[in-house]
């Protein structure tokens, strides 16, 4: 497609709306958003199901009803807004788009932390708005409707522009939905959080979507071992095919005394927790070698605490490294890169692929911890 040709664009969409908690997701026709300055209209071609949308469904966290979740896309470009000329994106473009999408402007982005953007959380997390304090989404009678992220759960998306990265003809863009979250975090978390080095030992706690990421890239950081950890043989069973050189139920084994008598007696270098309650916490700190970092990546419903035995932490200078998502417009790049050359396996990673009518299903699966890897809306179906 040439920047010559026109896209009609329909006036309406279908899309996933969460106005009740009580009643969750229910598909609606709402207005089609259109991109203001510095953001672009994607015609989504899948939308991942992330653990951390189920926190917003549930109301466990408080975000502004009626909303559209969805936060991890892949889609084709079919408008761009005004002031995107320099980002080399272009109509017809295959991209993916991350979660995180930073404003561009504030300290924290100016300084290359895409992770901690301010008006990211003030705005778009705490009121499901896009940084010029509105949402693109509103129903048939203009009802504003907020925006998780990108509002993903949708026949097209408005996202900002530093938020996508073009997509190669040869990534299949079904599955490549989750680069964008479940790949990026495990990658920002292996890279930034952690900032891991060859032969660094390493173990993985919770392998759903995310940590299933991060045993694929920190074994191709150059891990020694990567000792992947879950309470279902289920979600275990295809570690070993993601490089993970052992796997341990820890619904069955002690997770402490397993991963020492792996490693010799001393533990991992790093551990990641990828769930966010305060049981895999206690497995993430029990595993760790004398010196070594946790990284939390998780997100816990609400506020939830976990214990810390502070002692052991002091006497064996051991590191807590909280890692939110990536840096967004270094990391989503090189994510589709590591996904392109076949580094990242995110097609096997997507284990089930529904209808938008059927989001709701999909996360009650999740919920029931029954969706091995992810799940994906493919807007085909």
């Not at 769930?275 to 946790?294: E, F, H, N, Y």
């Not at 990546?297 to 998502?325: D, F, H, K, M, P």
């Not at 996904?339 to 209808?355: C, E, K």
Request: glycine share 12%; with cysteine; net charge negative.
């Amino acid at each position: 497609m040439s920047s010559d040709d026109v896209v009609t664009i329909p006036d309406t969409m279908r899309a996933a709306v969460l106005r009740d908690h009580a009643t969750g997701l229910s598909l609606e026709t709402i207005r089609t958003p259109r991109p203001q300055a510095g953001e672009v209209l994607v015609k989504v071609a899948a939308c991942g199901l992330c653990h951390s949308d189920l926190h917003v469904i549930g109301g466990a966290i408080a975000f502004p009803l009626p909303a559209v979740l969805g936060h991890e896309v892949t889609g084709t470009i079919v408008e761009l807004g005004p002031g995107t000329e320099h980002t080399g994106l272009a109509l017809g473009q295959q991209v993916a788009g991350a979660f995180l999408m930073p404003c561009g402007q504030c300290p924290a982005c100016s300084a290359g932390r895409d992770e901690l953007c301010g008006p990211f959380f003030d705005l778009n997390r705490l009121k499901g708005q896009l940084y010029d304090g509105t949402t693109r989404l509103a129903g048939l009678d203009g009802e504003p409707i907020a925006m998780y992220s990108m509002g993903g759960l949708a026949q097209y998306a408005v996202i900002p522009a530093t938020s996508v990265a073009p997509v190669p003809e040869s990534i299949d863009l079904v599955p490549a939905a989750i680069l964008g979250c479940a790949a990026m975090t495990g990658y920002g978390a292996v890279r930034r959080g952690a900032d891991l080095r060859f032969g660094e030992t390493v173990a993985v706690v919770a392998t759903g979507g995310v940590g299933t990421n991060i045993v694929q890239i920190a074994r191709a950081f150059g891990a020694s071992q990567v000792i992947a950890i879950d309470v279902s043989d289920d979600k275990l069973a295809p570690m070993l095919d993601y490089g993970a050189t052992a796997v341990v139920n820890s619904s069955t084994q002690d997770a402490r005394q397993e991963v020492l008598r792996l490693t010799g007696g001393k533990g991992v270098d790093v551990s990641f927790e990828a769930l966010g309650i305060p049981a895999t916490w206690t497995t993430a700190l029990d595993v760790l070698a004398d010196g070594g970092r946790m990284v939390p990546i998780g997100l816990g419903a609400g506020v939830q605490t976990a214990g810390v035995e502070i002692n052991r932490t002091v006497r064996r200078s051991q590191s807590i490294l909280g890692s939110y998502g990536a840096r967004t417009r270094q990391d989503l790049p090189a994510v589709v890169g590591l996904a392109a050359q076949g580094v990242i396996n995110y097609r096997d990673v997507v284990s089930r692929r529904l209808p938008l009518a059927e989001a709701a299903a999909g996360y009650e699966a999740l919920r029931n911890r029954e969706i091995q890897g992810r799940a994906v809306v493919d807007m085909s179906l």
